[in-house]
Antibody
Framework: QVQVVQSGAEVEKPGASVKVSCRAS????????IHWVRQAPGQGLEWMGT????????TYAQRFQGRVTMTRDTSTTTVYMELSSLRSEDTAVYYC???????????????WGQGTLVTVSP | DIVMTQSPDSLAVSLGERATINCKSS????????????LGWYQKKPGQPPKLLIY???TRESGVPDRFSGSGSGTDFTLTISSLQAEDVAVYYC?????????FGQGTRLEIK
């Protein structure tokens, strides 16, 4: 069965970086794009970007350009999202999610990780 | 960017009654080459990740109860819960995946009256 499991909660200081992992299993890893979405406390859902595990190409939301890096490791079927120059407004739950349809970047997201709370605090 | 606007922001419905949530996009999310609306609906409960309910505006995801249905095309969409159950209390989001950045509506909080 498909599973998407994220790394645990992180506490970081302003200006630091955080790297969240997302391990996928139960399907052909390279066939499905992975997206990252975050939710700040009391706020809605915000899309950050996507990575194609087949080759590693990425598309980022413009507001995160220059601060976010998404990578993958096919040997461990894991995707990573690193966010740098953290500020308090980056405090949020970060989710990875698999796209619904193989070999398609933009579809609904059918399997989600459990979420990783990143807290940015002095 | 495509702006997604949901209405209402919150909604209280009696058990067994119908709940209707609307979503409007700032531009059409209908892709003419395949005649599909790039629109999804999600249910979000506290402490849980979002759950996909509907994709292509009206296709129910596997395992989703048939009391959930989606309709609409172009810029105007609706999520309907035909007979509200207690477990449907949640925040509901529409999402467009027609173009990047992918964007979500602000959410509609659904409660029991």
């Amino acid at each position: 069965q498909v599973q998407v499991v994220q790394s645990g909660a992180e506490v970081e200081k302003p200006g630091a970086s955080v790297k969240v992992s997302c391990r996928a299993s139960g399907y052909t890893f390279i066939s499905y794009y992975i997206h990252w979405v975050r939710q700040a406390p009391g706020q809605g859902l915000e899309w950050m970007g996507t990575i194609n595990p087949n080759g590693g190409s990425t598309t980022y939301a413009q507001r995160f350009q220059g601060r976010v890096t998404m990578t993958r490791d096919t040997s461990t079927t894991t995707v990573y999202m690193e966010l740098s120059s953290l500020r308090s407004e980056d405090t949020a739950v970060y989710y990875c999610a698999r796209v619904l349809e193989a070999n398609s970047a933009y579809r609904g997201f059918d399997y989600w990780g459990q979420g990783t709370l990143v807290t940015v605090s002095p | 960017d495509i702006v997604m606007t949901q209405s209402p922001d919150s909604l209280a419905v009696s058990l067994g009654e119908r709940a209707t949530i609307n979503c409007k996009s700032s531009q059409s999310v209908l892709y003419s080459s395949n005649n599909k609306n790039y629109l999804g609906w999600y249910q979000k409960k506290p402490g849980q990740p979002p759950k996909l309910l509907i994709y292509w505006a009206s296709t129910r995801e596997s395992g989703v109860p048939d009391r959930f249905s989606g309709s609409g095309s172009g810029t105007d969409f609706t999520l309907t819960i035909s007979s509200l159950q207690a477990e449907d209390v949640a925040v509901y989001y529409c999402q467009q995946y027609y173009s990047t950045p992918i964007t979500f509506g602000q959410g509609t909080r659904l409660e029991i009256k």
